[in-house]
């Protein structure tokens, strides 16, 4: 299951009780951490590669108005991210995908918290 830990003791207290129940239901007691984002933003960059190594964005779609862990409405582009802001997400989205040398249409996923700070989520694949 899953624990949220806003304090070092709760991080203590949830650390050992998850991986009591890991063991329990699974024989295992092995466990990854997350970092919370509180209130996160759902933002997508959506991009190409090419066969020749060229990989482009197409800027950002905000994705956060969800039901049931699905979009209902897709706004591009979002209202919370600024030019500098969507230039760095699109940047890291290229570097993201030619990192693995991806050649196809995709899309980047990211929560981006009340900061400005952003976090890959996952890469849907086409």
């Not at 060229?54 to 919370?80: D, Y």
């Not at 802001?85 to 996923?109: D, F, I, K, P, S």
């Amino acid at each position: 299951g899953m624990r949220l830990a806003r304090d070092r003791g709760e991080l203590l207290k949830g650390y050992d009780t998850a991986r009591a129940e890991a063991a329990a239901a699974f024989n295992n007691d092995a466990i990854y951490l997350e970092k919370f984002v509180e209130a996160p933003r759902h933002i997508e960059i959506q991009l190409f590669g090419d066969n020749f190594g060229n990989i482009v964005h197409f800027g950002e779609r905000e994705c956060s108005l969800q039901r049931r862990h699905q979009k209902l409405i897709e706004e591009s582009p979002s209202a919370v991210v600024d030019d500098r802001l969507r230039a760095e997400m699109g940047r890291v989205a290229v570097l993201g995908a030619a990192a693995v040398n991806y050649r196809n249409a995709g899309t980047m996923e990211f929560l981006l918290d009340a900061s400005g700070n952003f976090y890959f989520m996952e890469m849907n694949t086409r």
